[in-house]
């Protein structure tokens, strides 16, 4: 049976595994787990020689002992020796020596006896017959996620628009017992970053980091909020988030980290104060709750039930905000349950006001608003204050261009899969159809070239004018990737014209052919 041979580091320990090439995803995460020594909630990620994180998985590629992978605890159970001392032996000790027992059992025999590969396949086989589908997250199964340049984009248009309960369910349990995980410092600062890459996080994990979020804003001690609650609320935002390729869990994972991020590159703790902060990053968790992946231009056209209750005033905002105070009006999962009645007041005008900002429709609006009071800008100002709470969540739900490219171009795939399947159905049911959305006259290049330069080029200058140290972490990697999408504009078009011009040469000929000599 072939075998890959993999070398790593742990806490600067070489190790290698081997294992069959069509060895279970899950042994391969076992065999690595077991090599850090790891306990079976703790988070564990694989570096490559870049510092990229990869996926651990069969499909890893093979190395040399002179290009190690660095396999890191990134999140592990601190209070994990407590219940062993009282019980008077070392739980930990015990399963650290059966991981090393089923370690050496892949080392020394080189592979897994037949009959136990024979009952994976089983259990494999009944999985797959249980949804066929290719996104089988909620089951627990391996999600391929490659090496290369271009992140697969998740199957979402095969699978049901609302989550099930057994996909919650399975989500909740993975982080109810990850979420006593004390994450790494390397974690914490990387998650201050810009530079985050969120594919590698499953959703479990991505609450976990939330968490992470409103533990170091020290919202948990000066809101007095109760770790339980705060869990619960996340597991309800994630719950309300819909299975589309775009407007999705992640997407609201990666504009409250681009918001967390902006919070720290800006200091802007020193400038307003906590329930601002409050305000901004519990905004951008909610601000696409339920979205279904139509537009406002789809709501209104189609005359849907949302576009109905809201008047055609921004019916997609108002029930992102609507969804959110459904979840805060359950006890068990307001945050915001122990603050008086008027600093909840002031959150939750807060909240609405930055929600409903972030309708492209009023992009305008907002940005001349606060291009005029710049030069004047005050941050003890309230009415500024709010303006500029409102460009931060427009900066964050639109940055997918500031992230390296690796990152940002999978978005542009998942929102382009979204945008076509909204101007499919506008032309099945004979609604305009949106031009930006059009499958027949879109590419990825020409979606972006003009959307950097007049969208997001002036609203994060403006920003950058403010706080000029953003210069470097969002303006320049927007720069990069104008030049990157304009390159590939002026690629397809030479493509274009080189495929018209062998059409041409090869056009067959109109000449007829000579006639038969008759007899």
């Not at 072939?2 to 595994?17: L, S």
């Not at 015990?94 to 396949?121: G, N």
């Not at 006593?180 to 980091?209: C, G, H």
Request: aromatic share 10%; with cysteine; hydrophobic share 40%.
């Amino acid at each position: 049976m072939a075998t890959k041979i993999i070398y790593f580091t742990v806490n600067g320990r070489p190790e290698q595994a081997e294992f069959p090439v069509d060895c279970p995803a899950q042994d391969v995460k076992d065999l690595f787990r077991a090599a850090a020594e790891a306990g079976p909630h703790d988070i564990l990620k694989l570096y490559n020689t870049k510092g990229n994180i990869i996926n651990i998985s069969p499909q890893l590629a093979p190395n040399s002992p002179h290009s190690c992978y660095k396999l890191e605890v990134v999140a592990a159970d601190c209070n994990s020796t407590e219940l062993p001392v009282a019980l008077g032996f070392d739980l930990s000790s015990m399963e650290k020596r059966l991981q090393s027992l089923e370690k050496r059992i892949l080392t020394e025999a080189v592979e897994t006896p037949a009959i136990v590969y024979e009952m994976k396949r089983q259990v494999e086989s009944f999985r797959e017959t249980l949804e066929s589908v290719e996104h089988l997250s909620w089951l627990g199964l391996f999600k391929n996620m490659s090496e290369g340049t271009h992140k697969p984009s998740p199957f979402y248009h095969k699978r049901t628009l609302r989550k099930t309960r057994e996909e919650c369910e399975h989500v909740r349990e993975k982080f109810l017992q990850m979420s006593s995980l004390e994450v790494s410092e390397e974690v914490r600062q990387y998650l201050k970053t810009p530079t985050f890459d969120n594919w590698q996080w499953e959703d479990a994990e991505i609450m976990v980091l939330l968490q992470v979020m409103y533990t170091d804003l020290d919202f948990i001690s000066t809101f007095n909020i109760e770790l339980d609650v705060l869990q619960q609320f996340l597991y309800e935002v994630y719950r309300r988030y819909n299975n589309i390729p775009f407007h999705n869990f992640k997407h609201c994972f990666c504009v409250t980290q681009m918001m967390y991020g902006l919070i720290w590159l800006t200091d802007l703790r020193s400038k307003i104060d906590s329930v601002d902060l409050l305000i901004m990053l519990t905004s951008a968790v909610c601000h696409d709750l339920d979205h279904t992946g139509y537009n406002n231009a789809y709501q209104i056209n189609a005359r849907t039930e949302l576009a109905l209750r809201y008047n055609d005033i921004s019916p997609l905002e108002n029930h992102h905000c609507a969804v959110a105070f459904e979840i805060l009006e359950k006890t068990e999962s307001n945050i915001f349950r122990n603050l008086s009645m008027e600093q909840f007041k002031r959150i939750s005008e807060g909240i609405i006001k930055c929600i409903l900002a972030t309708d492209m429709t009023r992009h305008t609006e907002i940005l001349n608003k606060f291009k005029s009071i710049l030069p004047v800008f005050d941050f003890s100002n309230k009415d500024h204050r709010d303006v500029l709470m409102m460009i931060m969540i427009k900066v964050s739900d639109i940055s997918n261009e500031a992230r390296p490219m690796d990152v940002a171009e999978p978005w542009l795939d998942c929102l382009l899969q979204e945008f076509f399947n909204q101007s499919d159905m506008e032309k099945l049911e004979g609604l305009p159809v949106t031009p930006f959305m059009d499958r027949d006259k879109v590419t990825k290049p020409s979606s972006q070239t003009g959307f950097i330069r007049f969208v997001l080029f002036p609203l994060f200058i403006e920003l950058a004018n403010l706080f000029p140290s953003l210069e470097q972490h969002i303006i320049d990697p927007v720069r990069k990737a104008l030049d990157y999408y304009t390159e590939m504009e002026k690629a397809l078009e030479r493509e274009k014209l080189n495929r018209a011009q062998s059409e041409k040469m090869i056009k067959p000929s109109t000449s007829k052919e000579p006639e038969a000599p008759t007899i």
